[in-house]
C-alpha cells in the first residue's frame, strides 16, 4: 500500500493563508461598497422579469452562463497568470478590454467604484507594490474590480482556479444579498438557491479556464437594459 508524502508544514501553512486571504477577499464584510450594488437586478423586479425563486435562480444561471463565464471569469484567469508573469502590457489590455464591455454606466460605476474601494483597502494593509519596485507599473492607474481581485489573488498565492471559484461565489452571494432586501426573499429561499447554483459555479470555472480569447464576451442584452432601466428607476434602494 501506497502512502503519498505529507506536504510540508510550510507548504501547508502557504496554503491555508492563501485560503484564508481568499476568504477575506471574497466576505461580504470587506468594506469596498459591493453591497450597495445590484448589477440590473432590481429593475428586473420592477419589471416583473424575476418575482419569485425560481424565477429569481433562471436569471442567475443566465447570467453566469453568459455573462461571467464568458467575461469576469476567464478574464480574471488571465491576469491572474499574467500578474504573476510580471505581464504588463497584457494586464492594461485585459483591464481595458474590461473596461470597453461595461454596457451601462451604472455597470462601469460599479466596476471602477468598487475597485478604487479595494484599492484603498490594499493601501491600508500594505498589500500594494511598493513605488520604487517593477511590481508598481503592473496595476494601471484606475484598474477596475477585476484587476484589483486578480492582484489580491496574485499576493495571497491564490491559485486561478481557485480565484475564480471565489470571484463566483462572491457574486452570487451578492445577487442573493439584493434579492433578500429588494424582492423580497426568504433566507431559507435562498440558501436553497446557494445549493442550486454550486455546482453551476464549478461548471462555469470549467468553461471559463478553457475559453480561447476569441471566444468572450458578455451576451446578456436583458441584463444590459435591466441596469440601464435602473439609472432612472423612480423608487430604489441600489446605486446605479
Wanted: aromatic content about 6%; some cysteine.
Amino acid at each position: 500500500m501506497s502512502i503519498e508524502a505529507k506536504p510540508s508544514r510550510a507548504a501547508a501553512q502557504g496554503d491555508d493563508l492563501a485560503l484564508l486571504g481568499l476568504m477575506q477577499l471574497v466576505s461580504p464584510a470587506l468594506p469596498i461598497g459591493a453591497f450597495a450594488f445590484s448589477q440590473g437586478l432590481e429593475s428586473a423586479f420592477e419589471l416583473g422579469w424575476v418575482s419569485d425563486e425560481e424565477s429569481l435562480g433562471e436569471w442567475l444561471t443566465g447570467v453566469l452562463d453568459d455573462g461571467l463565464t464568458r467575461c469576469e471569469l476567464p478574464v480574471l484567469a488571465r491576469l491572474r497568470l499574467a500578474l504573476a508573469h510580471g505581464d504588463v502590457e497584457a494586464v492594461a489590455e485585459w483591464d481595458g478590454w474590461l473596461a470597453a464591455n461595461r454596457e451601462t454606466a451604472e455597470l462601469a460605476a460599479e466596476d471602477s467604484r468598487l475597485g478604487a474601494a479595494l484599492k484603498r483597502l490594499l493601501g491600508s494593509l500594505e498589500l500594494l507594490p511598493d513605488g520604487t519596485t517593477e511590481e508598481a507599473s503592473l496595476l494601471p492607474c484606475g484598474a477596475g474590480y477585476v484587476t484589483l481581485f486578480a492582484w489580491v489573488a496574485h499576493v495571497r498565492g491564490v491559485t486561478p482556479r481557485q480565484a475564480l471559484l471565489g470571484f463566483g461565489w462572491a457574486w452570487l452571494e451578492n445577487q442573493l444579498a439584493v434579492a433578500c432586501k429588494a424582492l423580497p426573499l426568504g433566507h431559507t429561499a435562498a440558501q436553497r438557491l446557494v445549493e442550486r447554483l454550486r455546482p453551476a459555479i464549478v461548471e462555469a470555472v470549467d468553461r471559463a479556464l478553457e475559453l480561447e480569447d476569441d471566444d468572450l464576451g458578455p451576451v446578456l442584452p436583458g441584463l444590459a437594459l435591466a441596469s440601464a432601466l435602473h439609472e432612472t428607476q423612480y423608487s430604489r434602494l441600489f446605486r446605479s
